[in-house]
């Protein structure tokens, strides 16, 4: 028997949504999480909110049913269904709440290891629409907003059922044999309305987290992008024109992958700034998307990395060719034994070429990366900035005569420059 709990407030805003969570088993903390955030965040934004949680039922469209029969008996004018595995962004909350959609909702990753989204996107050209919606067959629950309108309409032809708590209530989610194939709850209500002429749309930029073993996340934008060959393409363009914003160090972290070893935004952010400010040439001390970006940001600027895993190294390469990059020099150098530890092998470099230096490899669990700065000392290689990722305090990250900051909020990182 499935227990709701169902909290109510009183408010005084003039829009009420009701924020509706079915829930088998526990609630992951990560849903719990954003809960609590976007409570105050909603308040903020002019919306009051109530919150019904349907606990231990294993029929989820009968407790989904229940959550809408819930909300049709309050006075909210926006249901938004969150699984209960879903964690998610504020922002992308109430962008979902600000378009002038009925139904519309976010796609999360399924839990495989190969890519995936529960969306029934259309035959044919994905085109987005002037508010970035996309207009699909159909979309999973996990996290949608509907509006009062449509389930009035649709509870109008619905028929009506007990509950196993002896509540009746309006059977608007269930299965659905259709052309042959059985549609789950989700995938049937999306038919039913558009059956009746409704549209159902997806914000692709939403940002969602799927608990389970572990963590899988990522938005549908740059899931596309990929199948579709246009990774990293736009906003390494805008990059390159000047025009980005801290959007596209997002999208950028999404489509390369390499999770959780690819650099973050912050950092991302921080190697094109240096990267416009310096001329010659600079050095990475490992590969990967902030090689590209550099890249892009400073076309007469160019870059040598050094990668000790040779298909890495590769993979850059190509990722540079494709993109057009012609700035890029990757340099394989296997990892070799110094007196403190290990670090790459160094190949003939223009050392006093370089105005920025770049520190994010190799593996912390296989080598020195503060070997860098004795490397640097002995080929009198005195750069006019330094970034090093994964830095703890300013005395560890970057020795005298720099002048050196902390950054980075998720992931911390020092940059420094030369007094």
């Not at 608990?211 to 393409?233: F, N, Q």
Request: charged residues 25%.
């Amino acid at each position: 028997m499935g227990l709701l709990i169902h909290h109510n407030p009183a408010g005084s805003h003039s829009r009420r949504v009701f924020l509706a969570v079915p829930s088998y088993g526990p609630i992951s903390g990560h849903t719990a999480f954003s809960l609590f955030r976007a409570h105050p965040a909603l308040l903020e934004a002019g919306w009051d909110v109530e919150l019904g949680l349907l606990l231990g039922d294993c029929h989820v469209d009968d407790a989904r049913n229940s959550l809408v029969a819930d909300f049709l008996a309050s006075g909210c004018s926006d249901l938004v269904f969150i699984d209960a595995d879903i964690g998610f962004q504020n922002t992308d909350l109430l962008r979902l709440l600000s378009h002038d959609r009925d139904v519309v909702g976010g796609a999360y990753p399924k839990k495989v290891d190969i890519e995936e989204y529960p969306v029934w996107l259309p035959n044919g050209e994905l085109w987005s629409e002037a508010d970035g919606c996309i207009e699909v067959k159909g979309l999973a629950t996990g996290f949608l907003r509907i509006r009062r309108a449509v389930f009035e309409q649709l509870a109008e032809t619905a028929a009506t059922y007990t509950t196993s708590t002896g509540r009746e209530v309006r059977c608007i989610f269930e299965r659905l044999i259709v052309d042959g194939a059985r549609l789950s709850g989700d995938i049937a209500f999306c038919h039913k309305w558009r059956a009746v002429g409704g549209k159902v749309h997806v914000d692709p930029d939403c940002y969602l987290e799927h608990r389970g073993e572990k963590s899988w996340v990522g938005t549908l934008s740059s899931h596309l992008r990929k199948v579709h060959g246009l990774a990293l393409v736009g906003a390494l363009k805008r990059i390159t024109a000047g025009t980005e914003t801290d959007k596209d160090y997002f999208e950028l972290m999404m489509e390369w992958g390499n999770d959780p070893w690819s650099a973050g935004p912050e950092l991302l952010k921080a190697a094109v700034m240096v990267a416009r400010q310096v001329n010659g040439a600079a050095l990475e001390a490992g590969s990967g998307l902030t090689t590209l970006v550099m890249a892009a940001a400073n076309p007469s600027l160019i870059i040598h990395a050094l990668e000790h895993q040779s298909a890495w190294a590769a993979r850059v390469r190509e990722e540079a060719e494709r993109l057009n990059l012609d700035n890029v020099s990757v340099h394989h150098a296997p990892l070799q034994d110094y007196p403190a530890g290990k670090w790459y092998s160094v190949p003939r470099l223009p050392w006093d070429q370089f105005e920025l230096v770049l520190c994010d490899g190799p593996p912390m669990q296989e080598a020195n990366r503060r070997i860098l700065f004795g490397v640097m000392a002995t080929h009198d290689c005195r750069p006019k900035c330094l970034l090093v990722d994964d830095a703890v305090t300013e005395g560890d990250s970057i020795p005298a005569p720099y002048r050196t900051e902390i950054r980075g909020e998720l992931r911390k990182f020092a940059i420094g420059l030369r007094n």
